[in-house]
Every structure is written in C-alpha cells, then in structure tokens.
C-alpha cells in the first residue's frame, strides 16, 4: 500500500496519533473532497447522544456520490449535513448509515479509543473544557 493512500491523524495536545487506509474504489468523490483540504488543521468534538464518535469540522461541501455503510468502530465517514469528518471509536446508539471514506487500520483502534475517550472527558464531561486540535495529513 503505498503512503497516498493513508491519512495520519494526530493530536500533538495529548500525544496520540493513528492512521487511516483511504476507501478511493469505494467512495473517490468523498476521498479527492478531503484530499484537497490537506492538510486540515481543525479541533475535536464529541457526539453527545449517539454513542462513541468523535467529529472534526471541515470547508468539504458534498454533493457527490456517497458510500453509505452502517456505522462500526474504526469508520471515518463525512458528515455532509454538518460538513464534518467523522470517527467511530466504540458502541454507536444511532442507526443511521454512514458516508464512510477511510477505514483506521485495526492495529491503530486502540490510540483512536484512547483520543475518542480523552476528547469525551475534555469537551463534554467538564465544566470547563478544553480544545483537542487534530492534524490531518497524507502519510509521508
């Protein structure tokens, strides 16, 4: 697998970083709409309802085609509505299927249930909360 197909997701704030394998065949209007936003710059919020997601806004407006799939941790999926870049890190409550684009590779899901887990504790659990800025980027 060569590195343009792998995104590299890191947040420098709490020290964990994780890859992602682009779905190009599956979903390639989705994959070239975030390609040409790297390297994305953008902070971390924490669905509150629907279970264990994390989600990063983004400038992507989609009116192409999709992939819908049902929602499974380790599915990175944009949120067209909302313009967001979405993870599933664990159990999900909501049924609603996904427009997913990159797949975290299995030996990478625990740093992202770690960072989907300290994002829960740091934006929606304390009074006062804190940014978790995320950087996403081709991997080198």
Known sequence: MSSSEILEFDAPSVGLSFRAKLLAEEN?????QVLAQLPLKS???HV???????????RIVHLGR???????PGAVYLYAPGQ?????????TESANVNKF???????????????TQV????????RRNI???????AA
Not at 132 to 138: A, D, G, L, P, T
């Open 66 to 72: 999709n992939n819908m799939v049902q929602r499974h």
């Open 102 to 116: 990159a797949e975290v590779f299995g030996e990478d899901l625990p740093k992202l249930q770690q960072l989907g």
């Open 132 to 138: 978790v800025e995320i950087n996403v980027r081709r």
């Open 84 to 92: 967001s870049i979405c993870l599933t890190y664990g159990k999900i």
């Open 43 to 45: 902070a971390l919020g």
């Open 28 to 32: 390639p209007d989705v994959v070239a």
């Open 120 to 127: 829960y504790e740091q934006t929606v659990t304390q009074p």
């Open 48 to 58: 509150v309802i629907s279970g264990e997601a994390i989600w990063m806004p983004t």
